[in-house]
């Protein structure tokens, strides 16, 4: 949940210090498939990818969780980001955060876009086309990847490319993943003139019992998703330290939760797909080992 709503901070005046602070805890304290303040990031951009991912998170759950008029809430996040923007954020995630975005010349518009994603989620719960599932993907995820290349200096198109690439890949395989649970949101992300094309019916969705035809949908999925991850891994040789390293991570993490995906059968409605502690202790072995012995072939 939220630590606190947007309206309830804005009053609120804290320390550069104690905002950190706070927004290393909100990153540390909510798991991810792979965290976004990765143990990888060199010590001196933790506190900024923090404060990018303690905004991310607080946009996120004012769009999930927070009771009330939500796009109210969102259009309030939205004023106190552009508060940020000229260098008076109060309140912990506005205060790291605006500090973030003096020292990296941040622009406002990924940001924005975050919100925005949100805002699509409370207008809609169906998405028409394969297209209009793209456009959610370059609102709720790319802007992140964008953000964390900024941050650690590359701000070119073609690399933005390869980002949005991984981003969306990373996207859609958290909504293969969650059908069920999306479902019980009111949510499909499944494309419905897909799902027509295949006969897959939410009726048949909500009796939670994969069919042929919805496993033949989902894989097809999958297969479509692996493309992407295939074309966002060549960002990992135009980046340097670390990052490598990590960005290989967020692809091979997807990349394996697609695996459990394939290996249930293409059935994401009686189990959610994961990836065990081992085996992800085993993909940053020999992740690792891959990228120092140049053996790469992960796709």
């Not at 933790?46 to 939500?70: I, N, Q, S």
């Not at 954020?89 to 622009?107: K, Q």
């Not at 939760?257 to 249930?264: G, H, K, P, T, V």
Request: charged fraction near 25%; include cysteine; hydrophobic fraction near 40%.
């Amino acid at each position: 949940m939220v630590d606190a709503p947007p309206r309830a901070e804005t009053p609120a005046v804290v320390s550069i210090a104690d905002a950190r602070a706070h927004c290393l805890r909100l990153a540390h304290a909510h798991y991810e498939n792979f965290t976004v303040l990765s143990w990888l990031t060199p010590r001196t951009l933790r506190p900024h990818r923090a404060a990018v991912y303690a905004f991310c998170r607080t946009a996120d759950d004012l769009g999930d969780e927070v009771e009330g008029d939500r796009l109210a809430l969102l259009d309030r996040l939205e004023e106190n980001l552009d508060v940020a923007f000229v260098g008076r954020g109060r309140g912990p995630v506005f205060t790291a955060l605006s500090d973030t975005i003096s020292r990296f010349d941040l622009p406002r518009e990924p940001f924005a876009r975050l919100i925005e994603a949100n805002r699509i989620d409370q207008r809609t719960s169906r998405h028409e086309t394969f297209a209009d599932l793209l456009h959610y993907c370059e609102h709720s995820a790319n802007p992140v990847g964008r953000l964390v290349l900024m941050l650690h200096g590359y701000r070119d198109d073609e690399r933005f490319a390869l980002s949005d690439a991984t981003c969306t890949a990373l996207q859609l395989t958290n909504f293969w993943q969650d059908v069920a649970r999306d479902l019980t949101m009111g949510r499909i992300y499944l494309p419905q003139d897909e799902m027509a094309e295949y006969g897959v019916t939410e009726e048949g969705l909500n009796a939670m019992c994969a069919n042929e035809r919805l496993r033949a949908l989902m894989q097809f999925q999958v297969e479509r998703t692996r493309e992407l991850f295939a074309r966002g891994l060549r960002l990992v040789e135009r980046v340097r330290g670390r990052l490598r390293i990590e960005l290989t991570l967020f692809s091979r993490g997807g990349l394996a939760i697609l695996d459990s995906i394939c290996a249930q059968g293409y059935d994401t409605l009686s189990a959610r797909p994961t990836v065990s502690h081992r085996a992800k202790r085993r993909l940053i072995a020999s992740t690792m080992i891959g990228l120092v012995s140049g053996r790469r072939r992960w796709t």
